[in-house]
């Protein structure tokens, strides 16, 4: 298994700071992507996001265990500890948090690792299935039967998170894994809400159809700025080759 893959970030036209990280990085013949939105005070999201990011893939790749989804489940861990640790030196940084993705890629396998309302998205001949759900109050609320779909998309609580790292000591992040077919051709996207917000799951779909991955990037860039961007955008794509 090869793969193709890129990676992209901005701040939001009102944003002081970028609020998001990402990183993609290949190790033992894998390929290992995270991505961070971060929320606080001052400077705090933006501080959260880059600690946990380079906490995530430290702890990953130090870790000698064989199994790679105990790897991201002591990486996501690890990642919560230093961003509450460092939440503790200064009460501006006090509520500052961050959602984290993490893929781990090889042999055919894909393990992730998820908390928060950023997403992980899975092309699978050329049909796009979000894998992860949402840790936000809008999600909790539609579960429940509370609100619509519709009344979902413009909710004004829409970007509240119910779980994040540094939110607390005991976390609870979603971990699974995907065997993948040789025969069918597999992509995946990650995204923070940035993206997601304003770009719905049948146009992504129709973008990540797409043959270069140059075309996806910039196709997507364009569409966010034409709607605003005003929060941070950042994504990976991965295409996956025989």
Not at 181 to 197: A, H, L, P, Q
Request: aromatic share 8%; proline share 2%.
């Amino acid at each position: 298994m090869g793969f193709n893959y890129l990676r992209f970030t901005s701040p939001g036209s009102e944003k002081k700071f970028n609020e998001d990280a990402v990183e993609t990085t290949e190790i033992n013949d894998g390929l290992l992507a995270v991505l961070c939105d971060g929320v606080g005070g001052d400077n705090g999201g933006d501080l959260a996001a880059r600690i946990a990011l380079k906490s995530a893939l430290y702890f990953f790749s130090a870790s000698e265990n064989g199994d790679y989804l105990e790897k991201i489940k002591l990486a996501i861990e690890e990642s919560n500890s230093f961003v509450l640790n460092h939440s503790s030196t200064s009460v501006p940084l006090k509520n500052m948090a961050t959602t984290l993705e993490i893929i781990f890629l090889k042999e055919n396998v894909v393990y992730w690792g998820h908390i928060g309302d950023s997403r992980i998205y899975h092309l699978k001949s050329k049909r796009l299935n979000q894998i992860t759900k949402d840790h936000s109050l809008v999600q909790k609320l539609l579960d429940e039967g509370y609100i619509t779909h519709k009344q979902a998309a413009n909710h004004p609580q829409k970007n509240v998170i119910i779980k994040a790292l540094g939110d607390n000591a005991l976390i609870e992040p979603d971990i699974s894994k995907i065997k993948l077919n040789e025969n069918e051709e597999n992509r995946f996207f990650i995204c923070s809400d940035g993206v997601s917000n304003l770009i719905s799951n049948s146009e992504l779909e129709e973008v990540l159809i797409i043959k270069d991955l140059e075309e996806i990037k910039n196709r997507l860039i364009k569409m966010i700025k034409l709607r605003g961007a005003t929060d941070d955008y950042s994504f990976i794509v991965i295409e996956i080759t025989k």
